[in-house]
């Protein structure tokens, strides 16, 4: 149950290297490939936006149009960066840029290849469109996307609609139980993405399956939340997900949405121990779930006599990590978390948060935050820390 995001960069291509110099500036003259197929893509792009199958068909393969015609796209276009002529057509590079209405603030940024034929006549059209090399894959490229809108969700996914519809209802009961922790100032809204498998999960993250394995969910999105960058999407792994009980699949979809509302306030300052345990503790609040029942992994250890001398790393977080190392990171995140409310009361924890986030810089910001907002120390903290998971726990 990850919150770390994922970034989106677009950069250029050069063109035309086989073409002659022409002019006093030495440019290679325009390729007329190129500018005929942004034509073609802009028509299709546009077919696509005003739900006219028939137009979409004229410029080639109509296989997107089916697979995408269920998502509520408020924009849609490419960018042709390049294009190679092939025995048989031609090869373009473009960006492709878009927005789902009523969700994203920026255009969601991705690569692709396409693939073209050419008539006799000369006219270009469509035969394939594919993630380019190295770019994750996007969910219509998986299959037909179905649709589920909640009150402040959309689900989509390549399953059936009624599969998707539980997801809603996890949703919508997560936005609200959020709001009345971390604080309406938010969109107050979450995407989720249900692919078919633990690997659809990974290739939409462009990632092995191997980094995801028992992973429920993950939340990808920008630190800072600078506004120019699309919203989080919330990405679930089906084969983890339906090892679940009813409370579990709560706890996972509500600490995903955590991760969506405190996305501006969770910056290269904020350690993930502070970020993780914050959202499991969201996730945990109402389920009536003990210490000893929601932390059993470290539950373990501190009866085995090895209480943590300090709270976990970065590093102990990563996926591929021990699953035992990456459950105690976790529960000592979140135990962390639920001290601070025990202690100060959970508007401190959320200032505290907020504090941490707003540091210039990693080196400094839990220790001055303590200071300001908690009134204590960085040891004193860590040793309160030990004895309340030696308490809870022991």
């Not at 034509?39 to 697979?67: K, M, N, P, Q």
């Not at 939409?204 to 999407?233: C, F, K, M, N, W």
């Not at 979809?253 to 969770?266: F, G, L, P, Q, S």
């Not at 943590?308 to 790393?313: G, I």
Request: glycine content about 12%.
């Amino acid at each position: 149950m990850a919150g770390r995001g994922r970034a989106w960069s677009i950069g250029a291509v050069a063109l035309g290297l086989l073409a002659p110099l022409a002019g006093c500036g030495g440019h290679p003259p325009p390729d007329p490939a190129r500018t005929e197929v942004q034509r073609v893509l802009d028509r299709r792009s546009a077919a696509l936006l005003g739900h006219d199958e028939r137009a979409y068909g004229a410029t080639g393969t109509r296989t997107g149009y089916i697979r995408l015609r269920a998502v509520p796209l408020a924009s849609f276009g490419y960018r042709v960066t390049a294009v190679r002529r092939t025995a048989s057509g031609a090869t373009a590079d473009a960006y492709l840029s878009y927005r789902v209405t009523g969700y994203d603030r920026a255009p969601v940024d991705t690569r692709r290849t396409l693939t073209l034929g050419r008539t006799a006549d000369g006219r270009w059209y469509v035969t394939a469109d594919r993630p380019a090399r190295e770019a994750g894959q996007q969910l219509w490229d998986q299959g037909t996307v179905t649709a589920v809108r909640g009150t402040h969700s959309l689900v989509l996914g390549t399953g059936a609609p009624a599969g998707l519809k539980p997801f809603a209802r996890l949703a919508d009961r997560a936005v609200p139980a959020v709001s009345g922790a971390w604080g309406t100032r938010w969109s107050r809204r979450v995407v989720v993405l249900v692919p078919a498998s633990l690997e659809g999960m990974a290739a939409l993250l462009g990632s092995p399956a191997a980094d995801y394995r028992g992973i429920a969910a993950v939340t990808t999105g920008e630190a800072g939340g600078s506004g120019q960058a699309p919203a989080d999407r919330v990405v679930v792994n089906p084969e983890a997900y339906s090892t679940l009980g009813d409370t579990g699949r709560q706890v996972v979809v509500t600490h995903e949405t955590t991760h969506v509302a405190t996305r501006a306030d969770t910056t290269a300052a904020t350690p993930l121990w502070l970020s993780e345990g914050y959202a499991d503790w969201i996730g945990y609040l109402g389920t009536g779930r003990t210490a000893a029942e929601a932390a059993p992994e470290l539950g373990r250890a501190v009866r085995d006599g090895e209480v943590p001398r300090a709270l976990p790393a970065d590093a102990d977080f990563g996926f591929t990590s021990d699953p035992t190392k990456l459950a105690r990171a976790y529960e000592s995140g979140w135990l962390a978390c639920r001290m601070i409310a025990d202690r100060w009361g959970p508007a401190r924890l959320g200032a505290f948060y907020r504090a941490v986030g707003a540091h210039p810089r990693r080196a400094g910001a839990v220790e001055d935050a303590l200071g300001k907002v908690l009134g204590t120390t960085s040891g004193k903290f860590t040793a309160g820390w030990r004895d309340y998971v030696r308490t809870q726990l022991g």
